[in-house]
């Protein structure tokens, strides 16, 4: 690493722009009208599989009961089943439901598509493109390292 770049400095800029960056492509607004707190357990459930209510309470750090709100608002409008675990009959698992899919999906394609009118307004030259293009992979291995 070039001496003159310092790593803390280089964590608080990264932290600064991507939060903006994040904190700005959450505030697009899809159909379907999730919440914060129902967009993410429906992502965690995406992602995860299907798991138990409290185990995602304890992935968010909320309280069972919020969590228990946020998933009866999912499971009315059809986003979320509960079933029997497979292995354990007595616990309840949720699972995503396909519309819950497609939600995501939609709300994904929003964001990609308000940073795709943000890349290509005439504010980037294609050099800088060709920077943030080559940024991406970076900026994901950094999370993973987190």
Same mark, same amino acid.
């Given at each position: ?11 608080? =800029? ?7 960056? !994040? *904190?700005?492509?959450?505030? !697009? ?9 129902? *967009?993410t357990a429906l992502s965690l459930l995406n992602r995860a599989g299907p798991t138990t =209510? =409290? ?7 909320? $309280? ?21 675990d497979p292995d354990d009959g007595r616990r309840v698992v949720? $699972? !995503?439901?396909?519309?819950? &899919? ?5 709300? *994904?394609?929003? &964001? $990609?598509?308000?940073?795709? &009118?943000?890349?290509? =307004? ?13 940024? +991406?992979?970076?900026?994901? &291995?950094?999370?993973? +390292? !987190?």
């Amino acid at each position: 690493m070039n001496d003159a770049l310092d790593p803390a400095a280089v964590a608080a =800029s990264l932290l600064t722009g991507v939060g903006a960056l !994040v *904190r700005r492509a959450r505030q !697009v607004p899809t159909g379907g009208g999730l919440t914060m707190p129902e *967009r993410t357990a429906l992502s965690l459930l995406n992602r995860a599989g299907p798991t138990t =209510s =409290s185990a995602l309470a304890r992935q968010v750090q909320i $309280t069972a009961q919020a969590m228990g709100a946020t998933l009866a608002g999912l499971r009315e409008r059809g986003l979320v089943d509960r079933g029997r675990d497979p292995d354990d009959g007595r616990r309840v698992v949720l $699972t !995503v439901t396909e519309a819950g &899919r497609r939600a995501l999906e939609d709300k *994904r394609n929003a &964001r $990609t598509e308000q940073i795709t &009118r943000a890349l290509t =307004s005439g504010a980037f030259t294609p050099a800088e493109l060709e920077q943030l293009a080559a940024a +991406a992979p970076l900026l994901d &291995r950094l999370a993973q +390292a !987190v």
